[in-house]
T-cell receptor, first 119, second 112 residues
Framework: KAGVTQTPRYLIKTRGQQVTLSCSPI?????VSWYQQTPGQGLQFLFE???????NKGNFPGRFSGRQFSNSRSEMNVSTLELGDSALYLC??????????????????FGPGTRLTVL | GNSVTQMEGPVTLSEEAFLTINCTYT??????LFWYVQYPGEGLQLLLK?????DKGSNKGFEATYRKETTSFHLEKGSVQVSDSAVYFC???????????FGSGTKLNVKP
């Protein structure tokens, strides 16, 4: 079974530009979560999508947005890039993601990440 | 609120040494607890997990026990190898399950 894939793997942008990152979950997984990883802040939760709906959201400004398509693929968009947005962006997929009470449905599988550098 | 605190790194050990990486958490309700490992240039991989108090997760020689009374989930390995060099993250998921909270990560360097 193919793992979680993220494209592109590396991206260089300048301040003020916008960027779109893509994540393809493991086949059959309906939940996709996004995280920002930086040396200073560690791993921070951005948002989670399940069945095309944003279900959880972290504490990030509105410049960070996302969406999920009917095939569970997800994109995240960052507008008006700032230098501090330079980070590794990770996405993770899981099976059901519902309050099923079973952790096996909710184990998260991570992609390799997209390394974004803002100049 | 929910949070995870893990020991600062880097941790440098010689091969075959005993490893402990401390992790404590704050959570409402009954969270599930996880250890993830990140090798250079890669995403995170689940190492082990425990879903209720007193559960012991284990994988590849690593172990961690869910201690509700001390709100801890310390990672241990009896004999580390050079290939264990990576960054280790402790995490919890709340009842909603798909919102994860990660510790800051602990870098482990194992020298031959």
């Amino acid at each position: 079974k193919a793992g979680v894939t993220q494209t592109p793997r590396y991206l260089i942008k300048t301040r003020g530009q916008q960027v779109t990152l893509s994540c393809s979950p493991i086949s059959g997984h309906r939940s996709v979560s996004w995280y920002q990883q930086t040396p200073g802040q560690g791993l921070q939760f951005l948002f989670e999508y399940f069945s095309e709906t944003q279900r959880n959201k972290g504490n990030f400004p509105g410049r960070f947005s996302g969406r999920q398509f009917s095939n569970s693929r997800s994109e995240m968009n960052v507008s008006t890039l700032e230098l501090g947005d330079s980070a590794l962006y990770l996405c993770a997929s899981s099976l059901a993601g519902s309050n099923s009470g079973s952790s096996s449905y909710n184990e998260q599988f991570f992609g390799p990440g997209t390394r974004l550098t803002v100049l | 609120g929910n949070s995870v605190t893990q020991m600062e790194g880097p941790v440098t050990l010689s091969e075959e040494a005993f490893l402990t990486i401390n992790c404590t958490y704050t959570a409402t309700g009954y969270p599930s607890l996880f250890w993830y490992v990140q090798y250079p240039g890669e995403g995170l991989q689940l190492l082990l997990k425990a879903t209720k108090a007193d559960d012991k997760g284990s994988n590849k020689g690593f172990e961690a026990t869910y201690r509700k009374e001390t709100t801890s989930f310390h990672l241990e390995k009896g004999s580390v190898q050079v290939s264990d060099s990576a960054v280790y993250f402790c995490a919890l998921s709340d009842y909603n399950f798909n919102k994860f909270y990660f510790g800051s990560g602990t870098k482990l360097n194992v020298k031959p």
